[in-house]
């Protein structure tokens, strides 16, 4: 359960970002829009037989913005918290650590998602006053940034409950996005180059699966992507975004909270990771020396190059703490 006095308590610790991010995520979009009227205005009073206001949401920027603002939310929620020592004290008041991370997970969510959907409604309004000539892709546009928004929020807050520092939180976060390029695409590249066969990529029907490119969150990043999609590919990063909650709440409720600056709160961890750091190291690294070289001999010292640096690479950032 949500107690009102948290509640209360976070928004006011946060206010001032909370405003600031609402209003950004409010006007983004309506703002763009008569940015785009003012060019069209411009174009009609130089070249009228060639103006046409048209809004296409193909290719725009301002999606790159509201991850952006999404994961800085998520940051300054958990991991400067943690490295001012405000978590500590929040920690100390008398409420679960589960209550701690559902009220600030609240806070974030509605912030996200009230902003975008009454910046939707405004653009909705400016579009009947202005009267483009058409709007492509507008509703799905609106509706991926607010889920796909909503999951970098997710997945940057669940990094946040599993490591100590603000650095450990971002490449935590970095590093799920593309996990199954990692898991899946890294390894048959590695066999492709073993068996030396051009068409072996094209014998696996997982590789040729669109599902499977959109299982890796950084794929949304370009809208291109997803919206020349159905809109229901947007159900995979709703579904994420569910997933990524329950391993922040889980790791924030069970996991203990220390400030020494240790990359991974739950010390079991650390082993597995530097494991795999090395791994994908060492096939990264091999498949760079092949290209490179077009040789087993460029992949073995390629290899042996990404064994190094995924074992320095690992040392130095799990088991090194960083001072406050």
Request: glycine share 6%.
């Amino acid at each position: 359960m949500i107690d009102r006095g948290l509640l209360f308590k976070e928004w006011k610790h946060n206010q001032a970002l909370f405003i600031t991010i609402f209003c950004l995520l409010l006007l983004i979009t309506p703002a763009s829009i008569i940015d785009q009227y003012h060019d069209y205005q411009h174009t009609f009073y130089h070249f009228s037989d060639r103006a046409r206001f048209v809004i296409d949401y193909t290719p725009t920027d301002s999606f790159t913005w509201r991850i952006g603002i999404a994961i800085i939310l998520a940051v300054v929620q958990l991991g400067v918290e943690r490295s001012k020592g405000w978590l500590d004290f929040t920690l100390s008041l008398p409420y679960t650590r589960g209550q701690v991370f559902n009220t600030k997970f609240l806070l974030g969510g509605v912030v996200l998602m009230t902003s975008q959907l009454l910046s939707y409604l405004l653009s909705e309004v400016l579009f009947i006053i202005l009267k483009p000539e058409s709007v492509l892709f507008f509703q799905h546009y609106m509706i991926g940034s607010l889920v796909i928004s909503f999951m970098a929020y997710a997945l940057v807050i669940a990094a946040g409950a599993m490591t100590g520092h603000i650095f450990a939180q971002l490449l935590t976060a970095f590093s799920v996005t593309i996990m199954p390029f990692l898991l899946v695409v890294l390894p048959f590249l590695n066999v492709k180059m073993i068996f030396e066969r051009d068409t072996f990529w094209h014998q696996i029907p997982l590789l040729d699966n669109p599902l499977l490119q959109f299982c890796i969150p950084i794929v949304y990043i370009n809208t291109g992507a997803w919206l020349s999609e159905s809109m229901n590919i947007l159900l995979i990063p709703a579904i994420m975004s569910i997933l990524f909650y329950l391993i922040g709440y889980f790791c924030f409720s069970k996991q203990p909270s220390e400030r020494a600056g240790s990359f991974f709160l739950w010390k079991q961890l650390d082993r597995p990771v530097q494991i795999a750091v090395i791994i994908f190291g060492i096939l990264g690294f091999g498949y760079i020396g092949y290209d490179a070289d077009d040789s087993l001999i460029g992949y073995g010292v390629g290899m042996i190059i990404g064994a190094v640096v995924g074992f320095l690479l690992s040392y130095f950032l799990i088991y090194k703490k960083t001072k406050y």
